[in-house]
Each structure stands twice: as C-alpha cells, then as structure tokens.
C-alpha cells in the first residue's frame, strides 16, 4: 500500500511538472523572444532605434533599459551599461533629454532602473518640475501648450519614481502641490463617457486613457474608468484606440500598464496578455502603429519594448 500511494505521488508530480511547462513556454518565449530583439537591436552607440538599424533615439533607449531590467536583466551588465552611456552623453546642460519633456521623464525613470546616475536624475527632475505650466500640465517642451498625453506620462513616471530616490523631493512632505496640480488639472479634461482624449473630442482614446490613468493612481479612485477601458477590450483579448478597431500590440500594452496600476483583477490583464503573446512576430518584436513617426504598422522597439513593460506591470498589491 505504501509503494501503491507513493507512485500515485511520484505521476501526479509528473502529471503536474508537465501541465505546467506545457501551459509556461508561450509566455517564457515571448519574454525572451522580445528581450532577444531588444539586446539584438541595440546600436554601437549603445542606444536603441525605433525601428531596426535606424538611428539611437533617446526615447526608444530608455524604454530598452527600462524593459530590460524589469525583465530581469542585470543592471551591470553591458548591454545596460552602454544604454546607461548613450543616455548620459545625450544629457543637456540644463538637466533634460532633447528639451523634450517625455524623454526626460522616460530618461531618468531608465537611469533609475540601472541604479545610476544620481546626479544626472536630480537635475531632470529639477528641470521637469521648471517645465511645468502655471496651471500644472506640461507640454513637449518647457512652458509649452499643455498636453494630456505629456502630463500623463510625466505623472506616471513619477509615481514609478515614488520620488524616494532623489535629494530635494521628499515624497512625504505635507504636499507637493506641483504635483497635485498636475493631476487635478488631468482629472479635470475626462471626457462625459469616462475616459480621455489627446484633444477636445467626446470620443475617448484608449492608448490616451491608458497613460491618464497610469498618472492618476492611486491619487484618484479610478474605479469607473478602469471599467471603461474593460469595455474597451476585443474579443481577441487586446485593445484598439478605439471602440471596434483592430487590437493594438501597444495600445493593448499601456491598457494592461492601467490595469496594474488600478486595482483591476489580474484575470482581465491575463486575456490580454495572452493576445500579446499571439501577437508576437516570429523574431520576438511587435508590430503597431502607434508610434506618430510610423506611417503604418511595423515591427519597431517602441511596442516590444512596452509590451515587454506591461507583461511583468503588476499593481502595488502584487509587489
């Protein structure tokens, strides 16, 4: 009876070992098919293009760092410690990336990641916060025309931040009304259906949404809109910018970054991720659209590296 009971151990063991590496691998490749891409594009500048064998763009070289680390890789190794080069060297004097203010955000949220570059980090945040519009928004460049989708990624990145990290920005003082502004000012442009548009339009964009939201939690309670966005979702299990389109390798990706930052179920972003994993191209990139300087769909390191991003996003919960 002994041995009876300890071979129905030993193949229910079995049994569960292979269910599951049968149910792993389609996740496990397309994390390491779309790290693979990423190191494989990387140029000898040590930045990272938009679309393979283009030329090092800031933007896309933070997002390669920091979709990299969050997927595991060593922060001292050399493909990190070159990217963390080519960003330092593309630093202006007056602390941003290009005068632009995504790219600093994205910019020092990357030199985060690597532990590095202290220095460097303080002086982009310094200069983001001068670049701040009267009424608490930004726009692409310092005191420029605000700008919903900038001021959600600045937000965003500085909830990623928590703002622990830098000498002079002390995340618990009694406020930081720079930052509450910000975000009132961004409350302040919802749409009547529940959700945000890059311009005046009563119809909500998804991708827009996706990066308001990532910037309001958990200031704000985002329940009703993270409802929205659920509504949102294809039957194929991604997002289109809008209802009905075809789903989106990087809209789907910044819906399941908003997910995580809310407090939605992790079954819901489980769907989607699995359309992401469907979506994959044969050599580990993703193809989308999204990026404005793209004419049409193409496989690029923007969107492998933000779907990289949303599989391993978890909401604070989870951490």
């Not at 602390?95 to 985060?112: E, K, P, Q, R, Y």
């Not at 200069?127 to 919903?148: D, F, H, M």
């Not at 079954?267 to 999204?290: H, K």
Request: proline letters at 5%; hydrophobic letters at 45%.
């Amino acid at each position: 009876m002994k041995n009876h009971k300890s071979r129905l151990t030993v193949l229910l063991l079995v049994f569960c070992i292979t269910h599951a590496f049968a149910e792993a691998p389609p996740l496990y490749e397309t994390i390491n098919d779309a790290k693979a891409f990423i190191v494989r594009h990387q140029n000898r500048d040590g930045g990272w293009p938009l679309v393979p064998a283009g030329e090092s763009d800031v933007e896309i070289t933070a997002f390669a760092i920091r979709a990299l680390i969050d997927a595991g890789w060593g922060t001292g190794s050399q493909v990190i410690r070159r990217g963390v080069a080519y960003l330092r060297h593309a630093q202006h004097e007056n602390g941003s990336w290009n005068n632009n203010t995504a790219h600093t955000i994205f910019a020092v949220i990357a030199l985060a990641a690597a532990e590095t570059d202290a220095d460097a980090r303080f002086k982009g945040l310094r200069w983001l916060r001068a670049a701040q519009n009267p009424v608490g928004s930004w726009g692409r460049e310092a005191r420029s025309p605000s700008n919903v989708l900038y001021t959600a990624a600045i937000l965003a990145g500085f909830k990623r931040l928590d703002l622990k990290f830098e000498r002079g920005f002390n995340p618990n003082d009694e406020d930081i009304p720079w930052l509450a502004k910000g975000c009132h000012w961004l409350s302040g442009r919802i749409n009547a259906d529940g959700g945000w548009s890059l311009y005046p339009s009563p119809r909500s964009d998804v991708f827009v949404t996706a990066w308001v939201l990532q910037g309001l939690a958990p200031i704000f309670n985002i329940d009703a809109q993270i409802a929205w966005m659920k509504q949102m979702q294809n039957h194929d299990g991604g997002f289109g910018r809008y209802k009905g389109q075809p789903s989106d390798a990087e809209v789907t990706a910044a819906a399941i970054m908003a997910l995580a930052a809310g407090a939605d179920p992790l079954n819901t972003r489980r769907v989607a991720i699995n359309y992401l994993i469907q979506a994959r191209q044969a050599d580990g990139g993703f193809v989308s659209d999204t990026p404005v300087e793209l004419s049409g769909p193409t496989a690029n390191l923007q969107s492998t590296c933000f779907a990289l991003i949303a599989i391993h996003a978890k909401k604070a919960a989870e951490e």
